[in-house]
C-alpha cells in the first residue's frame, strides 16, 4: 500500500508509549516541497517496517528514552527524488531503525548524543548534511561524501577512512565545521579535493576543534581554511 501527502505534509506523531503501526506501507511519498513525517517522543513508536519505496520527501525525528522509529524492512538506498528536503534525526535514548539502507542520498542526517541510528553499513552520504553532538560514530564502510557539509560540536568524534576525495561537482561550496574541545572529524586517507570555479571546500575548526587531512596533497578548486 501506499502513504501520499499531496499538497501537504503527512504527518504521523507519537509520544507516551504510544504506538502507530502501518504493516502494509510499502512506499511514502509526497510532492514537491512537501514531507511525510515521522515523530516519536518520549516512548512513542511509529512502525513503517515494510517500507521500501520513497516518492519526495521524509522527515523522522526520534527523541527520548525508547522511542523508535522503524524502517527496519528498507533496503539498498534511500533518496530523496524531489525538490524540497528530508532528514532523519535521533536524540538521547532514541532509535530511528534503518539496518538495510545502504546509502543515503538528499537525506540529511543528524545524530545527538547516545541517539541511534545504523551507520555501519552506509557506504553514501551525499549531496546532504551529517550532524553530529557529542557522539562518536567511525562509519567504517563510508567511501562516498561528495556534496555533503559535516558538522561536529560537543565533544563529537568521527573517522572517515574509507573516504578519499572531497568536494562537490555542482554550483555551491562544500563545509566542514569542527567546534568545541574533544571534537575531531579525521579523514585519514583524503588526497584530493574538488570544487566548481568560485566556490570554495570550507574547513573551520573552532574552539578547540580539529580536522586532521594527513595526506590531502591535491586541491582542485579554491580552499578557505579557518582555526
Known amino acids: 500500500e501506499r502513504l501520499l501527502a499531496d499538497k501537504v505534509?503527512?504527518?504521523?506523531?507519537?509520544?507516551?508509549?504510544?504506538?502507530?503501526?502501518?504493516?502494509?506501507?510499502?512506499?511514502?511519498?509526497?510532492?514537491p516541497h512537501y514531507q511525510v513525517v515521522?515523530?516519536?517522543?518520549?516512548?512513542?513508536?511509529?512502525?513503517?517496517?515494510h517500507f521500501n519505496q520513497l516518492l519526495g520527501g521524509i522527515e523522522a525525528i526520534s527523541d527520548g528514552a525508547g522511542s523508535i522509529v522503524d524502517f527496519s524492512g528498507f533496503q539498498g538506498?534511500?533518496?530523496?527524488?524531489?525538490?524540497?528536503?528530508?532528514?532523519?534525526?535521533?536524540?538521547?535514548?532514541?532509535?530511528?531503525?534503518?539496518?538495510?539502507?545502504t546509502a543515503l542520498d538528499k537525506v540529511d542526517l543528524y545524530i545527538h548524543g547516545d541517539g541511534q541510528i545504523h551507520t555501519a553499513q552506509?557506504?553514501?552520504?551525499?549531496?546532504?548534511e551529517i550532524e553530529l553532538d557529542g557522539v562518536t560514530n567511525h562509519f567504517p564502510a563510508l567511501t562516498n561524501i561528495m556534496?555533503?557539509?559535516?558538522?561536529?560540536?560537543?565533544?563529537?568524534r568521527a573517522i572517515m577512512a574509507g573516504v578519499t576525495s572531497l568536494g562537490r561537482t555542482n554550483n555551491t561550496s562544500v563545509t566542514m565545521t569542527v567546534q568545541d574541545a574533544g571534537s575531531v572529524l579525521e579523514f585519514p586517507n583524503v588526497t584530493n579535493a574538488?570544487?566548481?570555479?568560485?566556490?570554495?571546500?570550507?574547513?573551520?575548526?573552532?574552539?578547540?576543534g580539529r580536522i586532521p587531512l594527513p595526506r590531502l596533497v591535491t586541491m582542485n578548486g579554491g580552499i578557505d581554511v579557518l582555526a
Open 9 to 31: 505534509s503527512h504527518r504521523m506523531q507519537l509520544a507516551g508509549n504510544s504506538v502507530v503501526d502501518l504493516p502494509a506501507i510499502t512506499t511514502l511519498g509526497a510532492q
Open 38 to 49: 515521522f515523530r516519536a517522543y518520549s516512548g512513542g513508536r511509529v512502525n513503517a517496517p
Open 77 to 101: 538506498p534511500l533518496r530523496r527524488t524531489r525538490d524540497g528536503f528530508a532528514y532523519l534525526e535521533v536524540y538521547e535514548g532514541a532509535s530511528i531503525l534503518i539496518p538495510g539502507v
Open 122 to 128: 552506509l557506504t553514501g552520504l551525499t549531496g546532504a
Open 147 to 156: 556534496g555533503t557539509h559535516v558538522t561536529l560540536y560537543g565533544g563529537a
Open 194 to 208: 574538488t570544487v566548481e570555479p568560485n566556490y570554495r571546500l570550507q574547513l573551520y575548526a573552532e574552539d578547540g
